[in-house]
């Protein structure tokens, strides 16, 4: 009997582990620093000026560039950063982003794509987004960090909170 509710409890536990899966990638830098603790009780802000352009959507879902990037806003103002919004606007190429970027006075601009964002066919249709994204100086146009993610959870959770939950691990360090 003891062999029967091992075996039982071994499959529930595998089958659990093997719903939700998460893959990240990321440079060894972290993203500028907004707040400089300069002292026990006060915190010095940085002016972080980021241009955010619409994902890249490499999907056959329709606007998942424009949905992953206007989670990716949401937690870059929660961080503190100051963000210039390109997201209604068509995807430029990176040349155009850069200019854009230097016409707006940000310091950096963040740019990349969505390769996976849809519900997994199946009995339980987990949600499954995948993205990358990067952060250019603008005046150098050189690559300060980047972070390349993919996620997928269980099948009652939507792919909002999957996506948001892919981008705070991205961004977090």
């Not at 606007?63 to 206007?70: E, L």
Request: hydrophobic content about 35%; aromatic content about 10%.
């Amino acid at each position: 009997m003891k062999k029967i509710k091992f075996t039982i409890l071994s499959v529930i536990l595998v089958s659990m582990v093997g719903c939700s899966t998460s893959s990240l990638v990321r440079t060894q830098k972290s993203l500028p620093v907004v707040y400089e603790d300069f002292n026990a009780t006060h915190d010095k802000k940085n002016d972080v000026t980021i241009s955010l352009f619409q994902l890249n959507n490499y999907t056959d879902t329709p606007r998942a560039g424009m949905r992953a990037s206007n989670i990716i806003e949401g937690m870059l103002l929660i961080k503190g950063y100051t963000v210039v919004s390109h997201l209604k606007d068509k995807v430029p190429s990176m040349k155009k982003a850069k200019k854009i970027a230097k016409k707006d006075g940000s310091k950096y601009f963040m740019y990349g794509g969505v390769s996976e964002w849809r519900y997994k066919t199946g009995i339980d249709g987990e949600p499954a987004v995948s993205f990358q994204i990067s952060l250019y100086k603008t005046k150098k146009y050189k690559l300060v960090w980047s972070a390349t993610g993919s996620d997928s959870d269980w099948g009652n959770a939507s792919i909002g909170t999957t996506a948001q939950d892919l981008v705070a691990e991205m961004m977090s360090k």
